[in-house]
């Protein structure tokens, strides 16, 4: 299959995906019923396989992103990066890409797929020579015709109308001559930079300086207001609701009138026994969302990942990804759920095990975990989408690392 076939576009469901029964005993919404996670991919033996049920997914997740169905996963193994596609049908495709910095992706309504480093943002589903959009660097703009900003970039999203969106950390303007970090979004309409949020100066610093991001003046617009730390590290999203910018204290929404909006905020919380056994306001609910906070909306809903329980221990049967699934992926998800011991193997016969990092998902003012053991995660159409790999991003045999990634229909209150 060609790489423009990789881009094209398919019927909406996952007509070819596996429907995996889960037990999700004592699970809030869930009632101590079952819901159905499906298998989008992973789990069989062959790298360049075409289908969800037979390709191996092989090293770890960089980023995810879903639109209209179409599931994108940023991988790597050995430093390489790869595009790995699955289109609803559950046929699949790997567009090897010639980017290794990239960190992120994001995928737009109608089949515009980006990817970003810190220095450029690349369009990857149009002609090569005409990919690079966003550079931070002049030189390698020259024989393009891609803006070129001065900040770091920092995240990525596309919002509902197809136009990307993405964090830029610079060197600001503070009291007393500091030059404080901050942030400001930026949006590309029409081939222009259209400034999202964020500030250039700002006449506090500090503690002071930080608490903003937490408890926004009341009537602040969003370009007025100095933002530090906060968006980055892929805690950016973008559609219907407004843009989401996450933080190590909470999560900020920006509206399209360029209101400012305090999501969920700062707060101490016990780990959940199960899925959505800690529903609660999200403006209470606590945890951080930068540094690999990786956000994601679609609709009225928000989804985040969470490292706020990832050392604590909980039964394997609470977040169990296991079902009925090919030997091959139910082996992968055991080592998921699992985890590596110190020495680098699986006791896949433990009854307990880390949290690993955590969905969590945010709809109408209330927020829970939804899954653990995640490391990417996605929501489209209602629909969870996560990865989970068998190994971290930093392990030193991280290379022999493999993926799954699965989906859940999200309960009707949460959709």
Request: glycine letters at 14%.
């Amino acid at each position: 299959m060609s790489d423009s076939d990789t881009m094209s576009r398919r019927p909406r469901r996952l007509v070819g995906a596996l429907t995996l029964p889960i037990l999700l005993a004592g699970c809030g919404l869930f009632g101590g019923g079952s819901s159905d996670l499906e298998l989008v991919a992973g789990g069989g033996d062959d790298p360049q396989g075409t289908t969800g049920e037979d390709v191996r997914l092989g090293g770890v997740a960089v980023d995810l992103a879903v639109a209209d169905g179409m599931v994108y996963l940023l991988a790597s193994t050995g430093g390489d990066r790869r595009l790995v596609t699955v289109a609803p049908d559950g046929s699949v495709t790997h567009q090897p890409l010639d980017f290794p910095a990239a960190q992120y992706v994001a995928a737009g309504p109608a089949g515009e797929v980006y990817a970003a480093s810190k220095n450029e943002i690349r369009r990857l589903d149009t002609d090569p020579d005409e990919a690079l959009i966003v550079s931070v660097d002049s030189g390698a703009a020259e024989n393009s015709d891609a803006l070129v900003t001065d900040g770091s970039i920092q995240g990525l999203a596309v919002d509902a109308d197809g136009h990307p969106i993405w964090t830029e950390s610079f060197l600001g303007a503070g009291p007393d001559g500091a030059e404080p970090p901050l942030v400001r979004i930026n949006r590309l309409v029409g081939g222009e930079v259209e400034h999202v949020a964020g500030a250039s100066e700002t006449a506090v610093d500090g503690h002071e300086l930080v608490g903003l991001r937490t408890t926004p003046p009341e009537g602040v617009t969003a370009v007025d207001l100095p933002l530090r730390a906060i968006g980055r590290g892929g805690a950016l999203a973008a559609g219907e609701a407004g843009i989401f910018i996450g933080s190590s204290d909470g999560i900020l929404r920006i509206g399209d009138d360029g209101s400012v909006a305090s999501v969920v905020g700062p707060a101490d919380r016990e780990a959940p026994d199960a899925p959505f056994d800690d529903e609660r306001d999200a403006r209470e609910f606590g945890g951080g969302w930068e540094a690999g906070g990786d956000l994601d909306t679609s609709g009225e809903v928000l989804v985040g990942v969470q490292s706020t329980f990832s050392s604590q221990i909980v039964d394997v049967g609470a977040f169990d990804w296991s079902g009925d699934f090919t030997d091959g992926a139910e082996d992968v998800a055991a080592k998921i759920v699992r985890g590596p011991r110190a020495d680098g193997s699986f006791d896949l016969d433990a009854d307990r095990s880390p949290y690993g990092d955590v969905a969590v998902v945010i709809h109408d003012g209330r927020a829970a975990t939804a899954m653990a053991h995640v490391t990417r995660v996605a929501i489209d159409d209602g629909r969870l989408y996560a990865v989970g790999q068998t190994r971290g991003y930093g392990d030193s045999d991280a290379d022999d690392a493999e993926m799954l990634i699965v989906a859940m229909e999200l309960p009707d209150d949460w959709r």
